[in-house]
């Protein structure tokens, strides 16, 4: 059997964050446990990959409880399920050789093992000058989820009033600079003062400090779009979405990125009551995932391309360094401590 062609100087043993118990309400240390394997060799077709930079999601919070969602729950004791940029060290693969950068689906392991049908395997390219890391953020599948839930399913065009929720989170801060480079007036919902003061910075025409009592945001929206929103693209859900609702314009479009708001209280979701509203407005509310648009994905990629060289496109980066650094930066992004991307350099 052809053994795999395989990088010089390949460590012995691969490093593991697995998942100890299943946590409740917000993740916590002891969640999580630092485990060594021999190092996994690469079946007839697959690539060893070792992980260059660590994406931390809210996704993943749901992924570790035990019930359904669109990826299986993971299970006790395996590596917690993410997404990863990484460099392909031993292939068995013609079209995947040793050196190629990838990104995909992968797992919190610091070397893994992958086939061609990975889930969302692509090439990376980096432009000279560009930190490989922009690849996972702005330049990667954040900015990719962005455009394609403000463009494909948000429909938003020159002159639209967009809302965007988590305007300072990573998805946030990018939809908030795309909406800015078409031609959309923009505002933001943002968590304190700081962020929303960031969110300005970023290029909103209006920031709105969300953590207020429903009255006073109420207020702050009329103020902010007197004649309604035409887009909302929605990263929180629960009771924002209760308050933006009513205030959408007829045949408006909301875009479902996530439901912050709920992920670390999933047995005990928000229970949205302004749902008349879809029929009162005609509103498309509509979740999506990145990947069920393929076909829009090259148009996506060239614009972030293009905006991040003319400057337009900034990405608003959280950055931690070193493999064992995963699960605090992903404790951290789920006590809503962080702004823009948060990342993990290995």
């Known amino acids: ?55 931390v999601d809210p996704a993943i919070r749901g992924f570790l409880d035990d019930r359904p969602s669109y990826l299986p729950p993971v299970a006790l004791g395996a590596p917690v399920t993410g997404m990863s940029l990484g460099e392909v060290v031993a292939s068995r693969h013609a079209d995947w050789p040793v050196g190629t950068l990838v990104r995909v689906l992968g797992t919190w392991s610091d070397h893994y093992v ?74 933001g919902l943002a ?8 969110v300005r910075r970023m290029g909103a025409d209006v920031a709105i400090d969300h953590r207020c009592d429903p009255a ?24 924002l979405l209760d308050a933006v ?41 509509r979740g999506f995932l990145t990947y069920d648009h393929a076909d829009r994905l090259a148009e996506a990629q060239a614009t972030l391309d293009r905006l991040h060289h003319s400057g337009q496109l900034v990405p608003l980066e959280n950055l931690h360094h070193g493999f064992e650094a995963l699960p605090a930066a992903f404790i951290a992004l789920m006590q809503g401590h962080t702004t823009g991307k948060t990342l993990v350099e290995v």
Request: with cysteine.
């Open 1 to 55: 059997m052809p053994q795999p062609h395989t990088a010089p100087h390949l460590p012995d043993r691969a490093r593991h964050i697995v998942l100890r118990r299943r946590p409740v309400g917000v993740p916590t240390p002891d969640c999580f446990e630092l485990v060594e394997t021999p190092m996994p060799q690469p079946g007839e077709g697959q690539m060893l990959v070792r992980m260059r930079v660590g994406s």
């Open 191 to 198: 968590g304190g003062p700081d962020k929303a003061a960031l």
């Open 216 to 239: 006073t945001l109420a207020a702050a929206l009329d103020a902010a779009a007197p004649q309604g929103f035409d887009v909302y693209f929605d990263n929180v859900g629960g009771p």
């Open 114 to 187: 992958i086939g061609p049908d990975a889930l969302g395997l692509e090439r990376v390219d980096p432009q000279p000058g560009v930190p490989l890391r922009a690849y996972m953020g702005a330049l990667g599948p954040v900015g990719l989820t962005a455009w394609i839930g403000l463009v494909a399913v948000g429909q938003a065009k020159p002159g639209d009033t967009v809302l965007v929720s988590a305007a300072a989170g990573a998805t946030g801060s990018t939809v908030v600079q795309l909406a800015r480079a078409m031609g959309c007036r923009v505002v």
């Open 245 to 285: 609702l009513p205030r959408m314009r007829e045949g408006g479009r909301i875009p479902l990125c996530g439901m912050i708001a709920q992920y670390n209280h999933a047995d005990h979701p928000h229970g949205v009551t302004q749902l008349w509203q879809l029929v009162v407005k005609r509103l498309t509310l």
